[in-house]
């Protein structure tokens, strides 16, 4: 199966949510796991933010939410080239409320949060809305 330019941008454009991600935790929540197994420590203060809803979005939204877009962009391009079926797909999507009920469960470290189920539904359905409608613009 040949990749189109359009399935690069998209792989791109998922890579470039994972690194502002990161960034955002870089400057505002250094004490992710991430960091902590891969032994960055003392990266610098991180930022402030003095506006109580902007520091609550993000430290604890900001980089879930780049997360599952670069997810539902990146099952979006697997899908298209065939690589996933429809249970596949499925079964991809459903990765973010795992984790957040193995959170929840106390299976993997991390705090369970209703607004992340909450984040990833609307994430979720917006893309499977979306490219339900460009799909059927495209035929």
Not at 34 to 43: A, D, K
Not at 95 to 108: D, H, K, R, S, V
Request: with cysteine; proline share 2%; net charge positive.
């Amino acid at each position: 199966m040949r990749i189109s330019s359009r399935h690069i941008i998209l792989v791109l454009l998922a890579l470039i949510c994972l690194f502002i991600g990161l960034i955002n935790y870089l400057l505002f929540q250094q004490n992710i796991i991430l960091f902590r197994l891969l032994h960055i420590e003392n990266i610098g203060n991180p930022l402030v933010i003095y506006n109580p809803i902007l520091k609550h979005f993000f430290t604890g939204y900001f980089s879930d939410t780049m997360w599952c877009i670069a997810l539902c962009l990146v099952t979006v391009v697997l899908s298209e080239l065939k690589y996933l079926n429809t249970a596949g797909k499925v079964l991809t999507l459903q990765l973010p409320f795992t984790l957040e009920a193995a959170q929840y469960f106390g299976i993997i470290q991390g705090t369970f949060d209703w607004l992340d189920i909450l984040t990833y539904a609307i994430i979720v359905t917006a893309f499977s809305l979306l490219f339900k409608i460009f799909k059927k613009v495209r035929v």
